[in-house]
C-alpha cells in the first residue's frame, strides 16, 4: 500500500489515518464513504466488515465490541464532527 498523506487510508498495522493521525475511520473519511455509499448500506456494511475483519487481525487487543463499534457502529448514526473551536 502506498502512503499519500492527502488521502485519509488507514495505516496499516496501526489502523490510523494516513493523513490526519485519528484512528481510523477517522471523522473525513466517514463523511466520504457515508458519500461513495450513498443510498446503498448493504454495500457500505459489506465493505466495512470487511476491514473489522483486516483491523481484527492487526489489532488483538481491541475486543469484537469496541471493533464493531469502530468499524460499523458510526456507520448507522449520524457522524459527530470534531468540535474545533
Ligand atoms: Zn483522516
Known sequence: MTD??????PCRP???C??????????VRKQQ??????GNPVELG???R???EQ??????????EQLADRFIGWS????????HS
Do not use: F
Open 50 to 52: 470487511a476491514l473489522m
Open 33 to 38: 464513504l457515508k458519500y461513495l455509499y450513498q
Open 76 to 83: 448507522e448514526r449520524p457522524i459527530a464532527t470534531p468540535d
Open 18 to 27: 494516513a493523513a490526519c493521525k485519528q484512528e481510523w475511520p477517522c471523522v
Open 46 to 48: 459489506n465493505q466495512l
Open 55 to 64: 483491523a481484527g487481525a492487526d489489532l488483538p487487543a481491541l475486543t469484537e
Open 14 to 16: 496501526d489502523w490510523s
Open 4 to 9: 499519500i498523506p492527502t488521502i485519509h487510508a
